[in-house]
């Protein structure tokens, strides 16, 4: 596999996708077609199994049944840093972040995806003159919008084809969430394949292009944005 | 004048191989998440291959250095991380310690087997080559080792902060998936970290051994020098190199001043001692100044599946079918066997203790054979060198006691750290007590009597082995009613998580003084009755290395189970009994086998009564396993 691979923002394809926690199956044979280009929104409530679906397409869960097709490669037992070399970054849930590195070592360590560290603290820097204000200080000691901004920065620096988000508004401020959002639609813009999972219906369909709702380990409707969003509280209500 | 000079270029010397052994300590643990407690023992095993490939095959220096260092080394380092510790990234501390532990016995045990006791020394670098500095000599060696020492700080500092592949194996201790979606291979960072860490621990080797031009290379002596090492590496967090380097030359500045400027009349002997003891006060200090918030250990400290615990009702018929069977053996048996089967059951005591301590409330212990010898030693002072109710009763307060004040820094400390403060703790004991001719007679041996129990006579062996079942099986008993017990589930909630226990309201501070003063209380009855059996007990069988080997057999066996402390005891006894029973390659069969049980070790991490098959297979009362519906949530989780 190599880098050049995936040239094109790819569309992705899972088939008959399970995923399970030892003996309990949490995602039941999921079929999803995610248009190249598009920003999907994978909605849901808490334990819908949404997350363990973003870990099974970003490698960092191998699928009990069912394949995942990413830009065409049908990828035999993908690791997630072959996927990131391949252009596919993930961010996920909490802060994708080192703790223990400062800001500039988080930054870094990001070029190991074929961009020069230079090229990534410039784009970063450019983007969050605050980080750069904290680059010899440790990631972890930075405040949680702070810590999001870095990890995004790492996306914007990157030159992703696609981008996995992991619950990016989780314990951030509304005002922090809409500046984070925002972004993004720039990333998005670029005509990069966006999947993002979201608990907060609102704030992920106002950048989505696609959407799904997953209830119970499988996808319960797919569609366009508005049409999700209002079936999503009719499926949020009768989930319990 | 002169004096100070040639003490301070001693210190600065034996500080700088302090040094690159901190050094390498702390780059393994901040690339892997793994205290390499076997770090010294690689140290030792160069040394031996460089005196094998110098002095016994005449190879050229150069070849040797390049063999020793740049083939040997790494070789080794790359089968450990394949065959063992990467089983154990993320597990608890004291299944990584015990790994660890179980790598510096396996290397200990085949340089024994390699390298029988003679006379060995290394000759120095360039020797016979100097510089004089007024009076004082230098010798183009100790220049080296201080050149060394500064170039591998200053250049690993470089190499870990600047460049991409050394912030890497920095992250992939802070989250190895992350690093995997950054396009890094965890993997191949850890076994990165693990070549430098025993490249480092190799180098030292090569350098320290021709230090010991009075000791000649010893097996043991150069294993625990690590312990000068782990001192340096607290003063730099396990994390900061300049730190280390700095503490590494603090620490052997003060060892050369101990011993340079000590009152001319104090005997030569504990002029030695108080040479190894200085490195073990060194650590328990630095331990306890540095702030606790700074203390963070690498690894979880509990795991999600608690083994089932037995009803009274199925411990009890568990322990009369315990007495039994030792009765029915004690019968069969004669001679060293039984001798030894008994000393195995007092051991299993000991080992409960540790399961109190380690398995119930998860504070990490080396130093339960230090309350072994306490309570021998106790008993011996108040049976005027026999045996008494009162002494076992005076014993087990004095243990309770010395348990309780050692106690004190686990208040703070946890994990590794607190593993490392015992270890202190039992050298410390080991040095500046057991193997003191002013507290114990000449010769080493305490002696200890055998308690008399009316209308039993319990001088004959077999009613003794029989009387050690009895004591051992009511421990047990007992062990299991605390963990059934109110203040038992509260010790498992300790372990689980310390916020949590402080925010219902109780107290860890006073649980864990209570725990510990319980378990060396019950390890010093374990040493009473040891010491029965041959009317004595010997330093030597309370040094480290022993300690070490009962804590990882128990472990091996299910540190969380009664039947673990009691297969890890009767272990300690029957495989050396075993291989010595056997032709020569009995010793490598004992290695062979130390060497799967660790391998189990790493890949169960509740030991052998932890298998899921035998916990689902085998209903002996007290083998319990994970009970299914905890399992079943664990998954969940």
């Known amino acids: 596999m190599k880098a050049a691979a995936l040239i094109q923002a790819p569309a992705i394809e899972l088939t008959g996708v399970k995923a399970a926690y030892g003996r309990i199956e949490v995602v039941h044979g999921v079929d999803l077609s995610i248009p190249a280009g598009s920003v999907f929104a994978l909605l849901g409530p808490n334990g819908a199994g949404k997350s363990t679906l973003l870990k099974v397409i970003s490698a960092r869960m191998r699928p009990t049944a069912g394949t995942v097709d990413i830009g065409g490669l049908a990828l035999r037992r993908p690791t997630p840093a072959a996927l990131a070399r391949l252009g596919v970054c993930a961010i996920p849930e909490g802060r994708g972040i080192f703790p223990n590195l400062t800001v500039r070592e988080n930054l870094m360590i990001w070029s190991f995806q074929g961009v020069a560290s230079s090229v990534v603290e410039e784009v970063a820097y450019d983007r969050f003159p605050k980080l750069k204000e904290r680059r010899r200080q440790m990631a972890g000691t930075l405040s949680g919008g702070e810590q999001q901004m870095l990890a995004i920065a790492r996306a914007l620096a990157g030159d992703p084809k696609v981008l996995l988000l992991d619950e990016l508004s989780m314990g951030l401020a509304p005002l922090v969430v809409a500046e984070l959002y925002d972004l993004v639609g720039q990333i998005a813009a670029r005509g990069v394949t966006v999947v993002l999972v979201e608990q907060f219906v609102t704030t992920a369909l106002m950048v989505a292009t696609d959407a799904a709702i997953m209830l119970h380990g499988a996808i319960h409707a797919t569609g366009s944005p508005a049409e999700m969003g209002q079936l999503a509280a009719a499926a949020y209500l009768s989930e319990g | 004048m002169t004096t100070f000079l040639t003490f301070t270029i001693i210190g600065i010397v034996s500080g700088s191989i302090y040094a690159i052994t901190a050094t390498g300590l702390v780059v393994t643990y901040t690339t892997t998440g793994v205290f390499n407690f076997a770090h010294g023992a690689v140290a030792m095993f160069a040394a031996f291959s460089y005196w094998q490939m110098t002095q016994s095959w005449m190879w050229p220096t150069w070849l040797a250095l390049f063999l020793v260092l740049f083939v040997e080394a790494p070789l080794l380092a790359l089968f450990v991380e394949e065959s063992y510790m990467k089983r154990i990234y993320g597990a608890t501390v004291v299944r990584s310690l015990m790994v660890s532990l179980g790598l510096l016995l396996i290397l200990v045990g085949v340089a024994q087997t390699i390298w029988q006791p003679e006379s060995r020394t290394l000759p120095e670098f360039f020797a016979n080559s100097n510089v004089t500095i007024g009076d004082v000599t230098i010798t183009y060696h ?385 040493g009473m009755l040891y010491a029965g059996q041959p009317l004595a007990l010997s330093a030597l069988n309370v040094q480290l290395f022993v300690g070490l080997e009962l804590v990882l057999f128990v472990t091996i066996f299910g540190i969380r189970t009664v039947s673990g402390a009691v297969l890890g005891g009767l272990a300690m006894v029957l495989l050396p009994y075993a291989s010595s029973q056997l032709p020569w390659w009995g010793i490598g069969l004992a290695g062979i086998l130390a060497g799967v049980g660790i391998a189990l070790m790493a890949n169960v991490p509740d030991g052998i009564l932890g298998i899921p098959w035998l916990t689902e297979h085998v209903r002996i009362p007290g083998i319990a396993g994970p009970s299914r519906r905890t399992e079943e949530l664990a998954d969940v989780q």
């Open chain 2, 142 to 526: 100790q220049i080296i080792c201080v050149i060394v020492a500064i170039v591998m700080a200053a250049g690993l500092r470089i190499y870990l902060r600047q460049f991409r592949s050394g912030i890497a194996m920095r992250a992939v201790v802070d989250d190895p998936d992350l690093l995997a979606m950054s396009g890094v291979s965890p993997r191949r960072v850890a076994r990165s970290g693990w070549v430098l860490g025993f490249f480092l621990a190799a180098l030292a080797g090569v350098l320290i051994g021709p230090e010991l031009q009075l000791q000649g290379l010893d097996i043991n002596l150069l294993t625990l020098l690590v312990v000068n090492g782990y001192a340096a590496a607290i003063v730099g967090r396990l994390k900061n190199l300049p730190f280390t380097f700095a503490g590494g030359m603090l620490l052997g500045l003060i060892e050369a001043y101990c011993i340079g400027y000590l009152p001319g009349h104090i005997p030569a002997a504990l002029v030695s001692q108080i040479g190894l003891l200085t490195p073990v006060i060194f650590l328990f200090i630095a331990l306890m100044l540095i702030p606790s918030a700074r203390l963070r250990a690498v690894g979880r400290l509990a795991v999600a599946r608690p083994p089932r615990v037995p009803t009274l009702n199925q411990s009890i018929r568990g322990g009369v079918a315990f007495v039994l069977a030792a009765w029915v053996v004690a019968m069969l048996l004669g001679g060293t066997l039984l001798a030894n089967l008994t000393q195995g059951l007092a051991l299993g005591i000991v080992g409960l203790s540790l399961v109190l301590l380690t398995g119930y409330a998860g504070q990490v212990s080396l130093c339960q054979l230090t309350f072994m010898g306490i309570g021998a030693f106790t008993m011996s002072k108040v049976a005027d060198g026999g045996a008494s109710w009162w002494g076992l009763i005076i014993g087990v307060v004095v243990c309770g006691i010395v348990g309780a004040v050692i106690s004190l820094p686990a208040l703070r400390l946890q994990g590794l750290y607190l593993a490392l403060a015992t270890l202190a703790f039992a050298q410390a004991a080991f040095y500046g007590f057991f193997s003191n001719t002013t507290f114990i007679a000449e010769g080493g041996a305490i002696p200890v009597g055998r308690l008399s129990v009316p209308g039993i006579s319990l001088t004959g062996d077999k009613a003794y082995m029989v009387f050690c079942a009895v004591v051992l099986a009511l421990a047990g008993i007992g062990v299991l009613a605390v963990r059934r017990s109110t203040w038992g589930r509260r010790l498992v909630a300790l372990n689980d998580s310390p916020a949590a226990f402080a925010t219902l309201g109780m107290s860890p501070t006073v649980s864990k003084m209570i725990v510990f003063a319980a378990s060396a209380s019950l390890a010093g009855i374990g």
